[in-house]
């Protein structure tokens, strides 16, 4: 299993604990706000000991991926919303002993923009660009091993707001949710399939904090839900 979560370290604090502390916290802080409306908090950090917090530096870009799948799967699914994008900090802290955590949260406003991102082969690929091609030829944008697709088979475009799929004249054809398209609208969440590759659209919040006045400590990592990688 590629899963961060099923990670597991002889002794002390493992990935799934953070998960759940994670999930503790949104419903221990959630409040309603109206009647159509219950507010989670959508700024955390996840205090470790240094041994613990070294062990899942080691994870890399995974545990901050699904950490961030994992807070927006239990909000979706508990009626949740937030006032502004998801952030997840994990931090070293001396005070506490291996095999514990401690996770603060608050509700932070902030201006929501929006990125589009797809999922491929287990990877993440942000859209940098308005035209992306994919294919299994070296020169497309983002190259697949699938050997039933074309060099050059298809493009995502995106423009910031609103996202289409064209296919480029390929061999096998497109299909989207099942069904096969030329060129169509590409709605969040649908899925694009070439040869035996799927390809996942996906629109998330890009958060825009402002820069800490110091260098993050190398013991800081804050995950952005733009790309799920570590920013410091």
């Known amino acids: 299993m590629n899963s961060a979560f099923a990670k597991t370290f002889r002794s002390g604090i493992q990935p799934v604990e953070i998960a759940s502390a994670l999930r503790s916290e949104l419903d221990k802080k959630a409040a309603v706000v109206s009647r159509d409306r219950i507010l989670a ?3 955390f950090t996840v205090r470790l000991s240094p041994a613990d917090n070294e062990k899942m530096a080691a994870l890399g870009e995974a545990l ?3 950490l961030d799948t994992l807070v927006h799967k239990h909000a979706k699914a508990q009626g949740y919303s937030f006032a502004g994008p998801v952030s997840i900090t994990i931090r070293s802290d001396d005070q506490l002993s291996t095999g514990t955590l401690r996770v603060e949260s608050s509700t932070a406003q902030g201006r929501v923009a929006w990125r589009g991102i797809i999922d491929v082969e287990g990877k993440r690929h942000p859209l940098v660009k308005s035209r992306t091609v994919i294919g299994r030829g070296s020169d497309a944008d983002i190259t697949i091993s699938d050997a039933g697709t074309s060099r050059k088979h298809v493009e995502i475009l995106w423009d910031g707001e609103r996202a289409m799929v064209r296919d480029m004249n390929s061999t096998n054809g497109t299909m989207l949710d099942g069904r096969k398209v030329v060129e169509a609208a590409l709605p ?5 399939t070439i040869g035996r590759t799927d ?3 996906r629109v998330v919040a890009q958060a825009a904090p402002p820069k800490p006045a110091m260098p993050a400590d190398d013991a800081t990592r804050v995950f952005d839900v733009r790309d799920g990688g570590p920013l410091a």
């Open 64 to 66: 901050g991926d699904e």
């Open 188 to 192: 969040p969440d649908s899925t694009v």
């Open 41 to 43: 908090p959508n700024t």
């Open 199 to 201: 390809i996942v659209f």
